[in-house]
Structure formats: C-alpha cells, structure tokens
Nanobody, 119 residues
C-alpha cells in the first residue's frame, strides 16, 4: 500500500524558515513526480509546488516563488519542501502528494503536517 508520511511542521514567526519532509513507501518513488499541497482553515486545497521524478524540473504556485524550494532524494524515498521568509498567509496544513500535479480527492496524500506562522 502506498503511504506518505510528512513531518517538520511547526509554529514560527513571520520571516522564519522550516523544512518539511515526506517519506514515501509502498511504491517506486523514483518513477513518480511528487508535489506539495496545502489547506488553510475554511479554504480549498491549494497546489504549492511539484517536482518531476528525477528532480530535473520543478514548478511553484506564484505566491511561493522565490521563498519555497521543493526537492527530493530518491535514494531515501524522501520529498522535501524548504519554506523561507514565511508569511502569516502560509499558515496551513501541508500535504505531500503522489504525482507532480494531482487535484482530485482520490489522489494519494499523507495525513499532513501543520505550519503556523504568527507573531
């Protein structure tokens, strides 16, 4: 069974940084693009960033460009998201997702890790 387990979420002040991790199991990680999504309270699930299977190409939603960096280590079956210069509007539950872009409810996602940005 394909499984994704996120970690690294925390409460930080505006301008702070975090690194999220996602360990994958149950599928051949290096054959899949991967992505991060987030959902703030009362809002819809939002695409954040995606990366191709070999890490050769990445994509970001406009609001995080220049601040967030998605990366992966295929030897460790691990996906990362480096979050820099965090803003209060980045507060959300962050989900690791199988596939470089997967917006439907049936997509394989982890249980999420909470990022809270507050002064």
């Amino acid at each position: 069974e394909a499984q994704l387990v996120e970690s690294g979420g925390d409460s930080v002040q505006p301008g702070g940084s975090l690194r999220l991790s996602c360990v994958a199991s149950g599928f051949t990680f290096n054959e899949y693009g991967m992505s991060w999504y987030r959902q703030a309270p009362g809002r819809e699930l939002q695409y954040v960033a995606g990366i191709r299977s070999g890490g050769e190409s990445t994509d970001y939603t406009n609001s995080v460009k220049g601040r967030f960096t998605i990366s992966r280590d295929n030897a460790k079956n691990t996906l990362y998201l480096q979050l820099n210069n965090l803003k209060t509007e980045d507060t959300a539950m962050y989900y690791c997702t199988q596939g470089m872009r997967c917006d439907v409810p049936s997509c394989n996602r982890g249980q999420g890790t909470q990022v809270t940005v507050s002064s």
